[in-house]
């Protein structure tokens, strides 16, 4: 994880390939994006908290109950998370604001660039929110802006990783 005044960065991978693929969380999809992350499927995945206790989220959901979560907890998924062409889209509800230790930059901007030329609902809901922006592009990448760009700092990781960052 990367921590940010506002937001952190994480990177997941699969090590327990049965794990991921079993019946609790094969509705996730998340062994057939990792299984795909070089065949077209979008390597990302955007977690949103809500601004306020009870708010509903910004698309359609279905319940994720993985056994580590305590009883009558969920994970809202967005339904489109049948899609592999999408990022994976949720909503953490409970819990804290994770700290930032000892980081004051903030995450300003992120786009996500898509090959996808039709986007589901819960893709374009996401978009009209503004937290994120949507660009057409040929291959799935990311966009993270620290502080408006202000530094004047820029890397590009691809194609090791389809990241952009600026700060």
Do not use: K
Not at 2 to 26: C, I, K, R, T, Y
Not at 97 to 117: W, Y
Not at 122 to 144: K, Q
């Amino acid at each position: 994880r990367f921590f940010f005044g506002n937001a952190f960065l994480e990177f997941l991978w699969v090590e327990d390939e049965a794990e991921a693929q079993s019946d609790v969380v094969a509705r996730t999809r998340l062994f057939d994006r990792w299984h795909a992350r070089g065949a077209g499927a979008s390597p990302f995945g955007v977690c949103l908290r809500p601004g306020t206790p009870g708010e509903q989220p910004l698309f359609r959901v279905w319940n994720y109950r993985p056994p580590y979560l305590p009883a009558g907890s969920a994970i809202p998924v967005a339904t489109n998370s049948e899609r592999l062409d999408e990022p994976l889209l949720f909503v953490l509800p409970f819990g804290r604001r994770p700290e930032s230790p000892g980081s004051t930059r903030e995450i300003t901007r992120v786009v996500i660039e898509t090959p996808v030329a039709a986007p589901s609902g819960e893709a374009i809901a996401l978009a009209h929110s503004r937290i994120v922006e949507w660009r057409r592009a040929a291959t799935h990448g990311m966009l993270i802006e620290l502080d408006r760009g202000a530094g004047g700092g820029f890397v590009d990781v691809r194609p090791a990783l389809p990241l952009q960052l600026r700060w």
